[in-house]
Protein backbone atom coordinates (compact mmCIF):
# COMPACT_ATOMS: atom_id res chain seq x y z
CA UNK A 1 0.00 0.00 0.00
CA UNK A 2 1.26 3.72 -1.07
CA UNK A 3 1.76 6.51 1.71
CA UNK A 4 -0.49 9.52 1.90
CA UNK A 5 0.25 12.17 -0.53
CA UNK A 6 -0.60 15.33 0.96
CA UNK A 7 -1.92 18.21 -0.93
CA UNK A 8 1.21 20.18 -0.85
CA UNK A 9 1.56 24.18 -1.95
CA UNK A 10 4.17 24.70 -4.15
CA UNK A 11 6.36 26.88 -2.25
CA UNK A 12 6.93 31.04 -3.53
CA UNK A 13 9.97 32.43 -4.36
CA UNK A 14 10.45 35.32 -1.53
CA UNK A 15 12.26 37.01 -4.42
CA UNK A 16 10.26 38.06 -7.38
CA UNK A 17 12.08 39.07 -10.49
CA UNK A 18 10.73 41.09 -13.56
CA UNK A 19 11.42 43.53 -16.32
CA UNK A 20 9.00 47.14 -16.87
CA UNK A 21 8.89 49.98 -18.62
CA UNK A 22 8.70 53.39 -17.60
CA UNK A 23 6.95 55.38 -20.02
CA UNK A 24 7.47 58.68 -18.74
CA UNK A 25 11.46 58.31 -18.76
CA UNK A 26 11.82 55.42 -21.74
CA UNK A 27 13.57 53.28 -19.50
CA UNK A 28 13.20 50.17 -18.87
CA UNK A 29 14.11 48.37 -15.54
CA UNK A 30 15.34 45.06 -13.78
CA UNK A 31 13.02 44.42 -10.87
CA UNK A 32 13.44 42.19 -7.94
CA UNK A 33 10.21 42.11 -6.07
CA UNK A 34 10.83 41.41 -2.34
CA UNK A 35 6.84 40.11 -1.33
CA UNK A 36 7.37 39.79 2.50
CA UNK A 37 8.48 43.45 2.75
CA UNK A 38 6.16 44.62 -0.96
CA UNK A 39 9.00 46.90 -2.11
CA UNK A 40 10.64 46.60 -5.42
CA UNK A 41 14.41 47.16 -6.08
CA UNK A 42 14.16 48.81 -9.89
CA UNK A 43 17.90 49.11 -11.23
CA UNK A 44 18.03 50.78 -14.84
CA UNK A 45 19.42 48.55 -17.78
CA UNK A 46 20.54 51.38 -19.66
CA UNK A 47 24.15 51.77 -19.89
CA UNK A 48 24.18 55.30 -19.18
CA UNK A 49 21.14 54.89 -16.19
CA UNK A 50 23.05 51.66 -14.43
CA UNK A 51 24.81 53.97 -11.60
CA UNK A 52 24.18 53.21 -8.04
CA UNK A 53 22.39 56.45 -7.58
CA UNK A 54 19.94 55.69 -10.01
CA UNK A 55 18.35 52.54 -8.21
CA UNK A 56 15.55 53.07 -6.77
CA UNK A 57 13.53 51.24 -4.02
CA UNK A 58 9.33 51.61 -3.91
CA UNK A 59 6.71 50.12 -2.11
CA UNK A 60 4.25 48.46 -4.65
CA UNK A 61 1.79 45.94 -5.12
CA UNK A 62 2.14 43.66 -8.59
CA UNK A 63 -1.47 43.66 -8.68
CA UNK A 64 -1.42 47.09 -9.48
CA UNK A 65 1.38 47.50 -11.98
CA UNK A 66 2.01 46.34 -15.46
CA UNK A 67 5.36 44.61 -16.03
CA UNK A 68 6.85 42.83 -19.23
CA UNK A 69 8.17 39.50 -18.48
CA UNK A 70 8.74 37.71 -15.22
CA UNK A 71 11.88 35.50 -14.91
Known sequence: ?????KNSKKREEPIKLFIDFNKSDNSLYDNLYIEDFKIVIKIPMGE?????????????????EVFLTSY
Open 48 to 64: KDNLPGHIKIERFSLVN
Open 1 to 5: MLPEI
